[in-house]
Each structure stands twice: as structure tokens, then as C-alpha cells.
């Protein structure tokens, strides 16, 4: 069993920047492959982000590409998401996802362990 807990999320202007981690404790955290997955009110939770095992594989929707940055440490069990040049359409709660098959991708079904979510609001 995984435990992700996300944090770093908050209230920022247009143009700034956040950068989200994610904290895994339980089983080996560095076997898993890892997402970034946000749901704004009244839509659907969407891919954002993710990150091989190695962190030698990163997958970005073409929403954030060129503005988010996926990373991993394995030594300190954590993930992040650095986002940059932040839109108010990014407004959203974002939430971590592992899977314990090495899988990296875009389908959210395919991920075993979730964190809770973090706000991030962006004003304009």
C-alpha cells in the first residue's frame, strides 16, 4: 500500500508560478510510475502530467506543455509539479497518482493510489 500526500498549492496572480510535491510513504515509492491528474468545479479530473519510475519519462497534456515541469526524487519519496506562466484556466484542485505497474500515461483508471488534492486557484 501507497500513501500520497500533495501540497504547495494556494492563491497566485496570472503569470506565476507554484510548485506542487507530492509525499509518498508506505511501500517502495520508487517502483511506481507517477501522474499529476486536476479536476476544476463541474468538469471531469484530467491528465496533467507524468513521470516514469526513473524519471527518465515525462508525458505532459498539450494544455501545460512548455509551462509545467514534472520531476522525481526517489531518495525523498516525492514527486513534483513546478508550473509556470499560470493561467486563471488552470484553477483547479490537483491531485498525485501512482501506479504500481510502471505505467506513466494519461488514463486515469490505470492508476492504483491517489492523494487527496491540493487547491490551486490562479486569479486574474
Known amino acids: 500500500q501507497v500513501q500520497l500526500v500533495e501540497s504547495g498549492g494556494g492563491l497566485v496572480q496570472a503569470g506565476g508560478s507554484l510548485r506542487l510535491s507530492c509525499a509518498a510513504s508506505g511501500r517502495t515509492f520508487s517502483i511506481y510510475g507517477s501522474g499529476w491528474f486536476r479536476q476544476a468545479p463541474g468538469k471531469e479530473r484530467e491528465f496533467v502530467a507524468a513521470i516514469s519510475w526513473s524519471g527518465g519519462s515525462t508525458n505532459y497534456a498539450d494544455s501545460v506543455k512548455g509551462r509545467f515541469t514534472i520531476s522525481r526524487d526517489n531518495a525523498k519519496n516525492t514527486v513534483y509539479l513546478q508550473m509556470t506562466s499560470l493561467k486563471p484556466e488552470d484553477t483547479a484542485v490537483y491531485y498525485c497518482?501512482?501506479?504500481?505497474?510502471?505505467?506513466?500515461?494519461?488514463?486515469?483508471?490505470?492508476?492504483?493510489?491517489w492523494g487527496q488534492g491540493t487547491q490551486v486557484t490562479v486569479s486574474s
Open positions: 497518482a501512482a501506479d504500481r505497474a510502471y505505467y506513466y500515461g494519461s488514463d486515469s483508471r490505470k492508476y492504483d493510489y
